[in-house]
T-cell receptor
Framework: GAVVSQHPSWVICKSGTSVKIECRSLDFQATTMFWYRQFPKQSLMLMATSNEGSKATYEQGVEKDKFLINHASLTLSTLTVTSAHPEDSSFYIC????????????FGPGTRLTVL | GENVEQHPSTLSVQEGDSAVIKCTYSDSASNYFPWYKQELGKRPQLIIDIRSNVGEKKDQRIAVTLNKTAKHFSLHITETQPEDSAVYFCAASIGQAGTALIFGKGTTLSVSS
């Protein structure tokens, strides 16, 4: 149980285009989902906290107009990187915590974004 | 905000030895401290976690200790095996458990046979 999926697993796009990444909790309902970014050989950096039915809370330094987050249901959150540039190339990972109220966060497999 | 420091950044041990990774945190309101193992290109995998009402937790070869007064927690791996080689991250909850996590910078553990 407690499986989180992400789609796509990798994507290559041209500079200036937008990319949407989906994060789904497959066998549980997630009140809260989190989006992290990880550059090569670095740690996970929290980008935003996404609550179902409300606006996401962004961490300091993360542009909310560039990284659009939607959490329309208890099993799906999406991250859209708008007008992507090469410096946005990174590994994007989502995680989800269950509505049941446990502390544990379950991570998706990540999406490797490469912007040319 | 919360800040998590992790040491060492790299750790090399011989198979069968023990490995210890230490983390400190700054927010006294944090009360959930998980440890994750991440292999190259893969998702972080939770290996053990501890909550603030517990001082120590053990699961086979892995143990975690927490000192809330000093605001530090440690991961102990005994009888290390080559398959333990990976990057290990500690994390602390922002405030109460169930909220976002702030991660340490990671420790690359290499276990040689």
């Amino acid at each position: 149980g407690a499986v989180v999926s992400q789609h796509p697993s990798w994507v290559i796009c041209k500079s200036g285009t937008s990319v949407k990444i989906e994060c789904r909790s497959l066998d549980f309902q997630a009140t809260t989902m989190f989006w992290y970014r990880q550059f090569p050989k670095q740690s996970l950096m929290l980008m935003a906290t996404s609550n179902e039915g409300s606006k996401a809370t962004y961490e300091q330094g993360v542009e909310k107009d560039k990284f659009l987050i939607n959490h329309a249901s208890l099993t799906l959150s999406t991250l859209t990187v708008t007008s992507a540039h090469p410096e946005d190339s990174s590994f994007y990972i989502c995680s989800a915590s269950s509505v049941v109220g446990t502390d544990t966060q379950y991570f998706g497999p990540g999406t490797r974004l490469t912007v040319l | 905000g919360e800040n998590v420091e992790q040491h060492p950044s790299t750790l090399s041990v011989q198979e069968g030895d023990s490995a210890v990774i230490k983390c400190t945190y700054s927010d006294s309101a944090s009360n959930y401290f998980p440890w994750y193992k991440q292999e190259l290109g893969k998702r972080p995998q939770l290996i053990i976690d501890i909550r603030s009402n517990v001082g120590e937790k053990k699961d086979q070869r892995i143990a975690v200790t927490l000192n809330k007064t000093a605001k530090h927690f440690s991961l102990h791996i005994t009888e290390t095996q080559p398959e333990d080689s990976a990057v290990y991250f500690c994390a602390a909850s922002i405030g109460q458990a169930g909220t976002a996590l702030i991660f340490g910078k990671g420790t690359t553990l290499s276990v040689s046979s």
